[in-house]
């Protein structure tokens, strides 16, 4: 009986082996699904990290580009005053479409001659508005600034208000 007893404790603790040797390889398995799970996840960080970095270099690139395009920018306009000694031809805006004609070609020559940017034709324009001209373009102004008129910002808008003014109307 002592034989029988021993063979049941000994079939026990072989069966209690086998359980927790079972139990050992399933958490070794488990293990190994985790490291692999934390392989493809630190690769996927690496990934995004990359990603991240090329993002802030693009931002950086385009930062730096607006930068230069800011003091690019921002030195133009002491270049541009090179062209102060040269006078712009006066306006005086008389009614006379061929006086009109012939002073938008004249300032359209300087402009081209003097690189002048886009958003400095109507200003310099303006500025030698003489007698009735100038009375008008303070009239213009004016009704822009109480929202009567469409805002002047380009120089193809100053000239299609001048040209319905000088051109236009005489032609009556």
């Not at 692999?36 to 690139?61: F, P, T, V, W």
């Not at 541009?80 to 359209?108: A, I, M, R, T």
Request: aromatic share 12%; proline share 2%; glycine share 2%.
């Amino acid at each position: 009986m002592t034989n029988m007893a021993s063979d049941a404790s000994s079939k026990t603790k072989s069966y209690h082996k086998a359980h927790l040797l079972g139990e050992l390889m399933e958490v070794k398995k488990q293990i190994v699904h985790k490291d692999e799970k934390i392989s493809q996840l630190a690769q996927r960080l690496q990934r995004l990290e990359e990603a991240q970095a090329r993002q802030n270099q693009q931002n950086e690139d385009k930062w730096s580009l607006h930068n230069f395009a800011k003091r690019h920018n921002h030195h133009q306009p002491q270049q541009q005053h090179s062209f102060n000694f040269v006078k712009l031809p006066s306006f005086h805006g008389f009614n006379d479409p061929s006086l009109y004609l012939d002073w938008e070609v004249k300032v359209e020559h300087f402009f081209h001659v003097y690189k002048v940017t886009e958003d400095q034709k109507v200003r310099l324009a303006s500025l030698d508005f003489l007698d009735y001209a100038n009375q008008w373009w303070h009239k213009i102004v004016m009704d822009i600034g109480l929202n009567k008129r469409r805002i002047v910002v380009s120089w193809y808008d100053l000239k299609a208000c001048m040209h319905a003014r000088e051109v236009c109307s005489s032609s009556f």
